[in-house]
C-alpha cells in the first residue's frame, strides 16, 4: 500500500521567511514518482514538480526548491522568501510505476504568508 | 500545456435529485480518468479510475451505484451523483493523464456540489 504523510497540517509566516514543507512516503514499488500540488484558495491544482524515484538530484525552480532523500523517503519541498501569493495548501502525492497508476495524497500543508 | 476542464464549476441541487459532471480533456487523449473527493479542509480521496470503454474501477467504500461514471471517449469522463443527499455535498476533482508517455496527471478545476 502507498501512504503519503504530510505531518505539519498548517505553517504561517511572514513575508520574505522561507518556509519548509514536509513529505514523508510509503511504497514497495522500486519505481515510483513522487509530486507536489499547489491548491489555492480557489480551489484548482496547481502542479509544482514531479520527481521519478531514480533521479535524486535536488531541484531548485525559481523560488522553489525540492530535497528528495530516498533513504530517508523524503521529498520536501521550501519556498525561499515567501509571498501572499504563495498562501495555499501544498500538496504532496505518490504514484506507482504502472500506466495509470492512481495517486496518493498526503494530508496537505496550509501555507499561511502574512505581510 | 495540457488542459483538463471542468463542468460545472459549482453547482446546488435539492436532496434526491442527481447532478452530472463533466470532464473533458481539451488537447489531449485520455485512456483513464481520476475522480476525486475533497471535503472541506481535507486532502483529495480517489474515488475511482475511470477508464475508457470498460467499467471504472472503484476504490473501497465508494457506492458504484450512487456514484455513476462513464467514460464513453478519449476526451470524455461523466460522473454521476445519484439521488443526492446533503452527505454528498463537497468539491469534486478529475484529473487525467496523456494517453502516451509518463506526463503527470492533469486536474480539473473542480466543481463545489451542494445538495440542500
Known amino acids: 500500500a502507498q501512504k503519503v504523510t504530510q505531518a505539519q497540517t498548517e505553517i504561517s509566516v511572514v513575508e520574505k521567511e522561507d518556509v519548509t514543507l514536509d513529505c514523508v512516503y510509503e511504497?514497495?514499488?522500486?519505481?515510483?514518482?513522487l509530486f507536489w500540488y499547489k491548491q489555492p484558495p480557489s480551489g484548482e491544482l496547481v502542479f509544482l514538480i514531479r520527481?521519478?524515484?531514480?533521479?535524486?538530484q535536488n531541484e531548485i525552480s525559481g523560488r522553489y526548491s525540492w530535497n528528495f532523500q530516498k533513504s530517508t523517503s523524503s521529498f520536501n519541498f521550501t519556498i525561499t522568501a515567501s509571498q501572499v501569493v504563495d498562501s495555499a495548501v501544498y500538496f504532496c502525492?505518490?504514484?506507482?510505476?504502472?500506466?495509470?497508476?492512481?495517486?496518493?495524497f498526503g494530508g496537505g500543508t496550509r501555507v499561511l504568508v502574512k505581510p | 500545456g495540457a488542459v483538463v476542464s471542468q463542468h460545472p464549476s459549482w453547482v446546488i441541487c435539492k436532496s434526491g435529485t442527481s447532478v452530472k459532471i463533466e470532464c473533458r480533456s481539451l488537447?489531449?487523449?485520455?485512456?483513464?480518468m481520476f475522480w476525486y473527493r475533497q471535503f472541506p479542509k481535507q486532502s483529495l480521496m480517489l474515488m475511482a479510475t475511470?477508464?475508457?470503454?470498460?467499467?471504472?474501477?472503484?476504490e473501497q467504500g465508494v457506492e458504484k451505484d450512487k456514484f455513476l461514471i462513464n467514460h464513453a471517449s478519449l476526451t470524455l469522463s461523466t460522473l454521476t451523483v445519484t439521488s443526492a443527499h446533503p452527505e454528498d455535498s463537497s468539491f469534486y476533482i478529475c484529473?487525467?493523464?496523456?494517453?502516451?508517455?509518463?506526463?503527470?496527471?492533469?486536474f480539473g478545476n473542480g466543481t463545489r456540489l451542494t445538495v440542500t
Open positions: 502525492a505518490l504514484s506507482g510505476s504502472a500506466a495509470g497508476n492512481k495517486l496518493t
Open positions: 520527481r521519478n524515484s531514480f533521479d535524486e
Open positions: 484529473s487525467a493523464r496523456e494517453q502516451f508517455g509518463n506526463s503527470p496527471l492533469h
Open positions: 511504497t514497495r514499488d522500486t519505481t515510483y514518482y
Open positions: 475511470s477508464n475508457e470503454g470498460s467499467k471504472a474501477t472503484y
Open positions: 488537447d489531449f487523449q485520455a485512456t483513464t
